[in-house]
């Protein structure tokens, strides 16, 4: 037997390898390391039979002994029985076989058992290069030892070697099952676990672990290896900055019910209650302080966190007196006073009053106008900063734009016209224009609003005129009859007329509309029924999203209730598809398109309604009414059904006429 061979005759993994990393023989042993037969190993390159995390170690163990003419050794894993990688430190020494002369690389797995420390260079270096400890547990003797790493890490574990169960005790009673686990696992490698871990000098840090299973040499000793993080300073980061994210979140919670408040204040008292009971809270001041303006003098009011005895100086001071805050008021302009010097040099002559005495390092008194520079004097807010807090620009940047808004309200307030104007308004910009000659056709519209409320709510209807000819007709109806309803009713219609000009389809254009709703997250809902007629042969295409169903009436006085396909209400749930239908309408006959409040009340069912609407219909045309006369009897008829919303009403006549009106009914 050739002495290369005899290299081959080891119970350890043994390969010869030629100079260039080939491998020209190998044991049993070593083809297990390699996981392959042997057949498949010979003839192959040794470093490309590794595991990808190993070849260039491997590799660089063949290259230093082949060139160096030197023993090198190195340590690499590889898979082993049970799912255990092996650690093995592996020696690579240069070698002539005698029969040949020919220069080979004898590679082979050392018996490391009594230099295991030898097998755990690597994991230390890794460890350290990474800030992570590590530390070694025997299930052999319950024990935990610790082999280093980041000298950060290991201060917190003095003592190099401790029992499982002292060890333990040093973990939060609340973490001690997880930690267990862990260092027992039977997996060969384990995910992340956090637990909490008392320490002799730095009291309580949190620490997250990781274990594996590493068996120590080939036919070695296994052990569980564990690296350790401390996440101390980065959980208490994250606690920092959750604590912030919750603290931006409620003022911006805090900031959005405050204007929506001083929005819908209706009189003075009620802004003043808003004003007292959420300015202080919201940008975390002890106090607040409004003054408001009446026949040029101040009428003061506060909050619990300023006693009132404290500014009867202000009550009734003129609006021209040398003080910061009649001075705010007059000039449209903010002021911050950190400290009483600053308050005593740009305000000498400026009154005393007992809140001022405390002006300091620790206190401070922001001062803000309900008016804009050149608008009439209002009025303006006061809010005192104890313990050292300062606002920051942004936040009185923030007070700002809020107590412009309270003087907004204020200004409508004393109108006496805050809703009239707003209804008003809204009535001039969402009053849809019904185009004035449609051949073929005569549309009406009637609209009467809630009996409650303003005179404008969340009922719309509309008619346009397609690039293609065909006419776009819709009735909707928004959940509510208030402003916030009116207001949404104009977003919806709106869009839809934008929509309209890309997607001819009626399915189609309620997909869109209600995806853009979804994407606003609104706190509202609308149905709505959509329809394209082509004014020449009376094809309708039609779909609905959650809305009543359509009346068809006919002119022999008889009617159909047409029930169109479609899908739920416009901006609740995303992704729908709105199914359509296509039918005529015949010559001299009217659809006759209804919200809720029409044909459904506490004394009404929805069907028994909408049979009284088409009834009355039918009978309109029977009498020869046209469009105008039809839609007001249905919509007089709508006045019994007593509910307490708002009622709109299209006709739609197919027939010789042309003439189109509608009304607005009050």
């Not at 002021?335 to 009053?353: K, S």
Request: hydrophobic content about 40%; overall charge negative; some cysteine.
């Amino acid at each position: 037997m050739a002495a290369s061979d005899e290299l081959l005759h080891r119970a350890d993994p043994s390969a010869l390898l030629t100079l260039d990393g080939v491998i020209s023989g190998l044991n049993a042993a070593m083809a297990t390391a390699l996981s392959r037969p042997a057949e498949q190993c010979l003839g192959h390159d040794f470093g490309d039979l590794w595991p990808a995390s190993e070849r260039i170690s491997a590799r660089s163990l063949v290259i230093h002994a082949a060139t160096a003419k030197t023993v090198a050794m190195r340590v690499l894993n590889y898979p082993g029985p049970g799912g255990a990688p092996v650690a093995c430190l592996i020696e690579a020494r240069p070698i002539k076989d005698p029969a040949s002369a020919e220069r080979l690389v004898w590679v082979h797995a050392l018996n490391a058992r009594n230099d295991l420390t030898s097998l755990l260079i690597p994991f230390r270096l890794a460890t350290a290069a990474a800030n992570l400890g590590l530390w070694m547990y025997s299930s052999h003797d319950d024990r935990l030892e610790w082999l280093g790493g980041s000298p950060a890490v290991s201060a917190l574990f003095p003592d190099p070697t401790a029992s499982m169960a002292r060890v333990t005790s040093s973990v939060h009673p609340g973490d001690q099952g997880a930690f267990r686990q862990l260092v027992r696992s039977a997996s060969a490698h384990s995910p992340w676990v956090s637990f909490r871990f008392l320490t002799k000098h730095e009291g309580w840090r949190q620490l997250a672990a990781q274990t594996r299973r590493i068996r120590l040499g080939y036919d070695g000793p296994e052990r569980i290896f564990g690296v350790v993080r401390d996440d101390t300073r980065q959980e208490k980061r994250k606690k920092k900055a959750q604590a912030a994210l919750t603290a931006e979140r409620q003022r911006a919670k805090d900031t959005a019910d405050f204007s929506s408040a001083l929005i819908t204040a209706a009189t003075e008292q009620e802004l003043r209650q808003v004003v007292l009971t959420r300015l202080a809270a919201t940008f975390g001041a002890t106090g607040a302080l409004l003054a408001l303006v009446d026949d040029g003098r101040l009428r003061v009011s506060t909050d619990a966190g300023i006693a009132m005895w404290e500014v009867d100086v202000m009550h009734g001071m003129p609006l021209d007196h040398p003080s910061p805050l009649p001075e705010a008021i007059r000039t449209g302009k903010s002021h911050f006073i950190p400290g009483r010097e600053d308050y005593i040099r740009r305000w000498p002559h400026a009154a005393e009053f007992p809140h001022l005495g405390r002006l300091g390092s620790d206190y401070a008194v922001s001062i803000t106008p309900l008016s804009e520079t050149g608008n009439q004097p209002l009025g303006g807010w006061l809010v005192t900063y104890a313990n050292g807090y300062r606002p920051s620009l942004d936040e009185r940047t923030l007070m700002g734009t809020l107590a412009d808004l309270a003087g907004q309200a204020l200004r409508r307030i004393r109108l006496q016209q805050a809703r009239v104007e707003l209804a008003t308004a809204l009535q001039q910009t969402m009053r849809p224009t019904l185009p004035e000659h449609l051949a073929g056709l005569e549309v009406a519209a009637r609209y009467r609003p809630s009996r409650d409320g303003l005179d404008i709510g969340g009922d719309w209807y509309d008619a346009f005129v397609m690039p293609d000819g065909t006419v776009a007709i819709e009735i909707g109806d928004v959940q509510g009859h208030d402003v916030d309803a009116a207001a949404f009713m104009g977003q919806v219609r709106l869009s839809m007329r934008a929509i309209a000009a890309q997607e001819p389809d009626p399915g189609t254009l309620l997909m869109r509309t209600n995806e853009l709703l979804v994407t606003m997250d609104p706190s509202r809902f609308a149905s709505c029924t959509m329809l394209h007629i082509d004014p020449h042969n009376g094809q309708v295409t039609g779909a609905s999203a959650g809305h009543v169903p359509l009346l068809c009436a006919r002119r022999d006085g008889g009617h159909d209730i047409v029930k169109l396909p479609g899908g739920p209400v416009l901006g609740v749930v995303p992704s729908m598809d709105y199914a359509q239908e296509t039918f005529t309408l015949d010559e001299d006959s009217a659809l006759v398109m209804v919200t809720d409040g029409v044909v459904e009340g506490p004394g009404l069912t929805l069907d028994a309604g909408l049979e009284r609407a088409g009834t009355l219909a039918g009978a309109a045309l029977h009498d020869g009414l046209d469009a105008e006369a039809t839609a007001d009897r249905v919509l007089e008829a709508a006045v019994a059904v007593d509910h307490a919303d708002d009622v709109a009403v299209l006709v739609i006549r197919r027939g010789e006429r042309k003439v189109r009106g509608h009304r607005w009914a009050v």
